[in-house]
């Protein structure tokens, strides 16, 4: 069983930074690839992007590339997504996710454990 708490969300104008954290805790924690997942309202999660707890750098969708940055502290057993230069676009719920997968793109259906969601909202 694995546990995941993010925090650190909130309201920011566009161009702004936040950073988001995930508290991940488990006995099999190690085995599993760590990602961020947004959802906006009347749109489907998507996957924003991926770390492992090996090391090796984070990969990321094309819409936040170069804007968000996924690091991992083993120590901590965290996860942190910092993202810049916001756009109202970027407005969504964030969830910290732990899954298998082929490659480094996840999908919704290689997810095995969810945290509880982090709502971030800039506006214009």
């Known amino acids: 069983q694995v546990q995941l708490v993010e925090s650190g969300g909130g309201l920011v104008q566009a161009g702004g930074s936040l950073r988001l954290s995930c508290a991940a805790s488990?006995?099999?924690?190690?085995?599993?690839?760590m990602c961020w997942f947004r959802q906006a309202p009347g749109k489907e999660r998507e996957f924003v992007g991926s770390?492992?707890?090996?090391?090796?750098?984070?990969h990321y969708v094309d819409s936040v590339k170069g804007r968000f940055f996924i690091s991992i502290d083993n120590a901590k057993n965290q996860v942190s997504v910092q993202m810049n230069s916001l756009k109202p676009e970027d407005t969504a719920v964030y969830y910290c996710?732990?899954?298998?997968?082929?490659?480094?793109?996840?999908?919704?259906?290689?997810?095995?454990?969810w945290g509880q969601g982090t709502q971030v909202t800039v506006s214009s």
């Open positions: 996710a732990a899954g298998y997968g082929s490659n480094w793109f996840m999908t919704t259906a290689e997810i095995d454990y």
């Open positions: 488990g006995r099999t924690l190690r085995r599993y690839v």
């Open positions: 770390i492992q707890w090996s090391g090796g750098g984070a």
